[in-house]
């Protein structure tokens, strides 16, 4: 089992940014793929942006490309920087692990689930 631990997220108006980060428990196989979701209010979790370990590849969802950058500045460690955010942007974020990652970002790789950080964005 990985343990995942975020920090970050908090409430900003739409425009501003905010900065998340999750830190894995091993460096394996397990994490090979870490992503960012997001389960909006009454909606289901969605794919945000996965990173795979070791290389510069990165996946995002098309409503987040140019805005949301994914990082990884160790084999354990992830980030998700959130730059002009919108209303929509709201909901929860969760930091999770596989052993590879989806191009289309789908949930059922993801083993291993941090506990969720609140984004709240206001108009």
């Known amino acids: 089992q990985v343990n995942l631990v975020e920090s970050g997220g908090g409430s900003v108006k739409a425009g501003g940014s905010l900065s998340l980060s999750c830190i894995a428990s091993v460096d394996d196989y397990r994490s090979a793929c870490l992503g960012w979701f997001r389960q909006p209010p009454g909606k289901d979790r969605e794919g945000v942006a996965l990173?795979?370990?070791?290389?510069?590849?990165t996946y995002y969802a098309d409503s987040v490309k140019g805005r949301f950058t994914i990082s990884r500045d160790s084999a354990r460690t992830v980030y998700l920087q959130m730059n002009s955010l919108r209303p929509e942007d709201t909901g929860i974020y969760y930091c999770a692990a596989a052993t590879w990652c989806p191009v289309d970002l789908r949930l059922n790789p993801f083993h291993d689930w941090g506990q969720g950080t609140q984004v709240t964005v206001s108009s």
């Open positions: 990173s795979v370990r070791g290389s510069d590849v």
